[in-house]
């Protein structure tokens, strides 16, 4: 089993910078992370689920959505199996609720949608202010 646990997030102004962090770890011996997506994923009230910034754990491919673009940094340690999100110049359009997950690749691809991801962590709100 996968465990995928969260860090970070916050309240801060508009224009300013947070970063979040996700930890995924296999509770049993093999080689379950291999080959596998992390990404980063957000829903506001009344939105629609929406993926943010993904990476696959061993081609370190990384894949971003257009609106974060320039903005957010996905990263990863491989040793520690830990993902960032470095969120920089945050708008009001940001304010949501920000979840990591992890899941299996499409012939190498993370999708930028929730379909293959089946480990979530649970949540960390972004407010941003004016």
């Known amino acids: 089993q996968v465990q995928v646990v969260q860090s970070g997030g916050g309240s801060v102004q508009a224009g300013g910078s947070l970063r979040l962090s996700c930890a995924a770890s296999a509770a049993v011996s093999g080689d379950i992370l291999s080959d596998f997506c992390m990404g980063w994923f957000r829903q506001a009230p009344g939105k629609e689920h929406e993926g943010i910034a993904t990476?696959?754990?061993?081609?370190?491919?990384?894949w971003y959505d257009d609106s974060v673009k320039g903005r957010f940094t996905i990263s990863r340690d491989n040793t520690k199996n830990t993902l960032y999100l470095q969120m920089n110049g945050l708008k009001l359009g940001d304010t949501a609720m920000y979840y990591c997950?992890?899941?299996?690749?499409?012939?190498?691809?993370?999708?930028?949608?929730?379909?293959?991801?089946?480990?979530w962590g649970q949540g960390t709100q972004v407010t941003v202010s004016s």
């Open positions: 990476i696959h754990t061993d081609t370190s491919r990384i």
């Open positions: 997950a992890a899941g299996s690749s499409f012939s190498g691809t993370c999708r930028l949608d929730k379909y293959g991801y089946g480990f």
